[in-house]
């Protein structure tokens, strides 16, 4: 189910969801951190069963797919785990729009079109 929020109400989200965020970048900077090791550890996965580094990737994973879904529970739309950009759903001028917000913004400044992307932000 949709959730819908006020300009305030997205705002005041950003206190749980900014750690969130921070800890979602962390995870995915130690997951690239580790990709040039992964190579010979998969094909020894397939072979024996793994190794520490294998094993730390997996727990990353497992922690980011934790992370995304308590900002899916909250009910805002992740949109670039790369970067950290969120929607909230919201309304103006009785049509559905987001409210963008990209990690290390102050708060929420931008919004756009259901139909468009991040390029499209115009400023609230």
Known sequence: MKRYFTLEEANAALGEIRPLVAYMLELR??????????EPVLQK???NG????ATQVVRD?????????QIEQI?????DVNTGL???RSYKDGREIYL???YGEEAIGFWHEIDAGFASR???
Do not use: Y
């Open 50 to 53: 793994g190794g520490a580094i």
């Open 61 to 69: 994973f497992e922690r980011l797919q934790e992370v995304l879904r």
């Open 122 to 124: 115009q400023p609230i």
């Open 29 to 38: 900077q130690s997951i690239l951190d580790h990709q040039p090791e992964l």
């Open 75 to 79: 009910g805002v739309e992740l949109k």
């Open 100 to 102: 963008c917000w990209k």
């Open 86 to 88: 969120l929607d909230f």
């Open 45 to 47: 996965v397939a072979g």
